[in-house]
């Protein structure tokens, strides 16, 4: 392992790992080794290679599109329902995103095969750095025995990313209690009324949209709060 590996680990209910490195191409084989491990420890050895892979591609990307030499930080999370894979940097202008690369390319398809392999994945963020993260799903029920609904999950993705749109400082972390309600019911305001006025701009029927909206949520069965 290179020096310039930092192995921490977390006790908390969630299981936490993180692992500082260096952005170089000997370190991507490094990291997919220490990566196995941990989760042979976690008893995960089914995610392993999927791991591995999207390891590779977000620090790969760090590599490629900020540079050699740049300081990052690798975290793996585990709550029983998902593994959470996040990889941090300080670049917060070079975004990750899906490419529909040739066939013949030789690269271009590192996000791209992040989308395929993840159940699902996005960016978030902050002042000084950005965190370009994915999850799998691990096919445990969460602690409570209970399962988010996919709807819940596209909708936090969609809110996460709405809020690096309109503040590049902040991401959206409703957090628990009244006021992280109160948040995410605003974040949530606002994301739909943009669609609203979009729908509008273009001639839709608003009242008719969101009567199938409400069909739809009444026709399905009940979200898990998260």
């Known amino acids: 392992m290179g020096e310039s590996l930092v192995i921490q680990e977390i006790r908390t209910a969630r299981k936490q790992w993180d692992v500082e490195f260096t952005s170089r191409p000997e370190e991507v084989a490094t990291l997919r080794r220490v990566v196995a491990l941990r989760l042979e420890a976690w008893g995960l050895p089914e995610l392993v290679e999927t791991a591995r892979l999207c390891v590779s591609e977000l620090v790969s990307n760090v590599l490629t599109h900020i540079g050699i030499g740049t300081p990052g930080l690798l975290v793996l999370s585990v709550n029983g329902a998902d593994l959470r894979i996040e990889v941090h940097d300080p670049d917060t202008r070079a975004l990750p995103a899906v490419v529909l690369a040739d066939a013949d390319a030789e690269g271009g398809r590192g996000m791209t095969l992040v989308d395929a392999l993840a159940d699902r994945w996005g960016v978030q963020l902050h002042e000084d750095h950005k965190v370009t993260w994915c999850e799998l799903a691990t096919g445990s029920a969460p602690p409570d025995g209970s399962s988010v609904h ?15 749109l309109r503040s590049p400082k902040c991401s959206y972390e409703p957090g628990p209690g009244r006021v992280g309600r109160m948040v995410a019911e605003e974040s949530a305001i606002d994301v739909i009324t943009d669609f609203l006025r979009w729908l509008q701009a273009r001639g839709g029927d608003v009242d008719e949209v969101l009567d199938h909206a409400q069909s739809r949520i009444e026709a399905a069965p009940s979200a898990r709060k998260r």
């Open 150 to 164: 996919p709807s819940v999950m596209r909708a936090e993705a969609l809110l996460d990313m709405y809020a690096t």
